[in-house]
């Protein structure tokens, strides 16, 4: 597994919390999209290097991700149409390739100050 750099359990039903990837160092894609039944997204996924692009659009029951996010490498972030979802992580490091963050249809009211270390995002 420690080479595995991509895992997409799109639309996938049996799947209720993302467990620790800690040991997945190589991981540049999480794709959660329509996972339906997904609560909790592990805080491992907040600390992988190398991961690009973490998708959970349309993870209607998801309340809980990572508390903080440690990722220079992030691309894309999308956590649209998870109506439950209402704490946006802190940002604990510099990200300038982050293009793209989806928040579409969440109910986070209110970003982290940290957000300003988010320094490649255009509005």
Known sequence: MKCLIS??????????EVPDMSGILKLRTLYLDNCINVTKIHDSIGFLDNLEELTATGCTNLSTVPIAFNLPSRRV????????????PEILCEIENLRHVNLWQTAIEELPFSIGNVTGLVV
Request: charged fraction near 25%; aromatic fraction near 18%; hydrophobic fraction near 45%.
């Open 7 to 16: 895992i997409d359990f799109t639309d996938c039903i049996f799947i209720r």
């Open 77 to 88: 972030l999308s956590f649209s149409e998870c109506s439950k979802l209402v704490r946006f």
